[in-house]
């Protein structure tokens, strides 16, 4: 066993159902009521609800919550539940209390986090959707759903058009959830670029002679495939490759000569790319663990770089 300090586990929470006396109005809020396709909650209490925290749709007389916003308002706003309500919503949909906590934690942080023509929406916490555009498009997702890089890779095309960030909240078996931002971005470096003829940086230099990989070798012959294609789109880019075995992807991408600083990047191509969310979380965690991040490189007409970043709500 290892020594040294050891920390408490954190606390994870098991989101009960059932008021709490902590924070707990002198008199008991009233029960959503169900009413046009959504749960109705009526003034005074849907003011504070909607204008403190942006919860619910306003209508004549109060709001009209959806069903993680009524989970929420349970938790964290004293509103009691109907009986046998969540057991009826767990019937419907399998996935209930997993979107559930997805929202729950989204939420939580104090960011302004509304459901708005099926989409979450997110305002910072200082923001309203009364007073300005929203910031980013949250998604959310099972450990066990399919993954699609380049279905997140379209998405986040939109999103972006739209001028938001796009955001994933990935709820595992634990009813953990974990975030991540999804940004497209353009790496450029200052290394001078390879030519065919003249690529002193390409390779590695070992028993007194210079060792070219397959992909360097088979670029120099202008041999044209998919890895080549990348490879002499980020040598254009004044990018240098070195190779990603030991971080699990193909290319550690370098800004610079290898001896001048770290590579900011570690690179995988589409078709290498995770087929599970598990993958993808070991792939960012060991990135980030390094101070790197993670690109997956997908062709669309041109070559598109799609950056994994873990998030966290509020930060």
């Known amino acids: ?18 008021l709490t006396s902590d924070g707990a109005p002198s008199k008991t809020n009233a029960e959503p009521i169900a009413r046009d396709g959504g749960w109705f909650i009526a003034a005074p209490l849907s003011n504070r609800l909607y204008q403190k925290s942006a919860l619910g ?8 919550l959806n069903e993680e916003e009524v989970m929420f308002c349970h938790w964290h706003r004293h509103v009691p539940l109907p009986e046998g309500w969540v057991d009826e919503r767990m019937r419907a949909d399998p996935n209930f209390a997993h979107k559930s906590v997805a929202f729950d934690v989204v939420r939580n942080a104090g960011e302004k ?6 989409r979450w929406l997110r305002w910072p916490r200082e923001s309203h959707p009364s007073k300005g555009s929203a910031e980013a498009v949250v998604r959310w997702a099972r450990t066990g759903d399919n993954l699609d890089i380049g279905e997140l890779f379209s998405w986040a095309q939109e999103i972006k058009a739209e001028n938001m960030m796009a955001e994933l909240a990935i709820v595992d078996d634990e009813m953990d959830v974990t975030m991540y931002r999804l940004s497209l971005i353009d790496p450029r470096g200052s290394v001078t670029p390879a030519t065919k003829e003249e690529h002193p940086l390409l390779g590695v ?3 007194s002679r210079r060792f070219l990989r397959d992909e360097e070798v088979n670029w120099i012959r202008g041999i044209d495939d998919p890895v080549t294609d990348l490879f002499d789109e980020l040598n254009s880019r004044g990018l240098l490759m070195r190779p990603g075995f030991k971080y699990g992807c193909r290319w550690r991408v370098y800004s610079t000569p290898v001896d001048e600083d770290h590579a900011p990047w570690l690179l995988q191509m589409e078709n290498d790319s995770p ?4 993958g993808v979380s070991l792939s960012v965690r060991l990135a ?4 790197k991040g993670w690109v997956v490189a997908l062709m669309r007409d041109s070559w598109n770089f799609l950056l994994f970043r873990r998030h966290l709500p509020g930060k």
């Not at 066993?1 to 059932?18: D, E, F, N, Q, V």
């Not at 986090?113 to 099926?118: C, K, L």
């Not at 087929?275 to 598990?278: G, L, M, P, R, Y």
């Open 1 to 18: 066993m290892s020594g040294g300090r050891r920390s408490k586990p954190r606390a994870r929470s098991t989101r009960p159902i059932g």
């Open 57 to 64: 749709k306003p209508v004549d007389g109060g709001i009209i």
């Open 113 to 118: 986090v509304v459901p708005i023509d099926g």
């Open 205 to 207: 230099e070992h028993l």
């Open 275 to 278: 087929k599970k969310w598990e």
């Open 288 to 291: 980030e663990g390094v101070n």
